[in-house]
């Protein structure tokens, strides 16, 4: 899945649209593709993607090279937003919690790359971590490298900037901030929601199960089918289950 995603990703970039509805067409399909590929580096965190950290680190840099992230931040951050989901000062993931709503787009574009500073702010970076990174962004940048020689920069720019934009607001938004809005630091099943039905679980790939992913963080995307639910109202355009109260835990 991510060496055709990646591989259907650059490809396009090579397609240059010839009118301003192929232009859309063209970013919404990357960008979903891209998006597909952060959902996919989110399973590596977890070691979904592979039985060694190796593999799991190979894969997860390879499925974030269509937004330009580099996994080595994000896999410095987003087990610690597991640990202490919500608790000001020790969440990364809290920089979408603002009480102006217009900063909300523009910290979600931001966001993956605060990690680096709040690392830094919480004590330092792992050892290794900078000379890690800076491989990271190596390796990015010599995959674009010849890209930006073939199809010219202003290909590359008007193709790569817009799908990385779309991609946070979509990513940052609806599947991290609105999956936490309320930032509660009660029981476990109360600081996240899930996205009711199978059209959202099908867009986001799992993602839309976020309650279920905190709870069983041990669970691979596709295991989240046989807890999706459908939205009791049968409303057509997807909507949380943060209406109501969460499900009691197993002991």
């Excluded at 977890?46 to 593999?55: I, K, Y």
């Excluded at 799991?56 to 640990?83: E, I, S």
């Excluded at 290794?128 to 010849?146: E, K, T």
Aim: charged letters at 15%.
């Amino acid at each position: 899945m991510i060496l055709t995603l990646v591989a259907l990703s650059f490809t396009g970039l090579f397609v240059v649209p010839a009118t301003w509805w192929g232009f859309a067409a063209d970013i919404l399909f990357r960008s979903w593709l891209a998006f597909i590929g952060t959902v996919m580096a989110h399973e590596g965190v977890h070691g979904l993607l592979g039985r060694t950290r190796r593999a799991n680190t190979f894969w997860g840099r390879l499925a974030l090279l269509p937004v330009l992230v580099p996994f080595t931040n994000f896999r410095g951050t987003h087990l610690q937003h597991h640990r202490y989901t919500s608790e000001p000062g020790k969440d990364p993931d809290l920089f979408l919690d603002t009480p102006h709503r217009w900063q909300l787009p523009f910290r979600a574009v931001a966001m993956p790359h605060q990690w680096f500073f709040w690392l830094r702010r919480r004590g330092g970076l792992p050892p290794g971590h900078p000379r890690d990174l800076v491989l990271n962004y190596l390796a990015i940048a010599a995959c674009y490298l010849p890209v930006a020689i073939l199809v010219g920069p202003w290909r590359l720019v008007t193709g790569v900037l817009p799908v990385c934009i779309l991609v946070s607001l979509v990513l940052w938004i609806p599947f991290a901030h609105l999956t936490h809005e309320g930032y509660s630091t009660g029981d476990p099943a109360a600081r996240s929601h899930n996205w009711f039905g199978w059209l959202a679980y099908g867009f986001s790939f799992g993602l839309s199960m976020h309650r279920e992913h905190h709870l069983r963080p041990h669970l691979a995307w596709i295991e989240h089918h046989q807890l999706v639910e459908r939205d009791p109202q049968r409303r057509r355009i997807p909507r949380r289950d943060i209406w109501r109260e969460a499900p009691p835990q197993a002991v």
